[in-house]
């Protein structure tokens, strides 16, 4: 990452011309059309800033819709609903890039350090757990 400073001696950040974004999708089945499952996968985009990015990830977004049938023969849908978030990656993407990052609040902690709101951590088991120090 690339810093530069700016008058007043605050630190500027240059772009690093890549995005994440987190998508949500329904997946729709029978005649009511009621959501089974929801997905929310994320994906990397490079673009100018957030409008164009924003612009470009719905293009793409639309692009998964489509039918399917379940496994008891039952007529189905993937449905794009919208952007969950969007946020730009500190450096181009390669091996290790950090892509996403969500701070949670632990049990007993409600806020971060500047007293911001943080949500509570979800899911509250991990699939791949840390090995024990033991």
């Given at each position: 990452m690339t810093e530069a400073l700016a008058q007043g001696g605050e630190a500027v950040v240059d772009s690093s011309g890549?995005?994440?974004?987190?998508?949500?999708?329904?997946?729709?089945?029978?005649?009511?059309?009621?959501?089974?499952?929801?997905?929310?996968?994320?994906?990397?985009?490079?673009g100018e800033d957030e409008e164009h990015v924003l612009v470009r990830a719905v293009e793409m977004a639309i692009e998964y819709e489509g039918d399917y049938e379940t496994d008891a023969g039952e007529p189905g849908s993937?449905?794009?609903?919208?952007?969950?978030?969007?946020?730009e990656l500190n450096d181009p993407p390669a091996a290790g890039t950090e892509v996403w990052h969500e701070?949670?609040?632990p049990s007993g902690s409600e806020t971060d350090a500047d007293g911001a709101p943080l949500p509570p951590v979800w899911p509250p088991e991990m699939a791949f757990p840390r090995a024990t120090d033991d």
């Open positions: 890549w995005f994440a974004v987190e998508l949500r999708y329904s997946y729709l089945v029978g005649e009511a059309r009621r959501p089974q499952l929801v997905e929310d996968r994320v994906i990397l985009i490079d993937i449905r794009f609903d919208g952007v969950v978030a969007l946020k701070l949670m609040a």
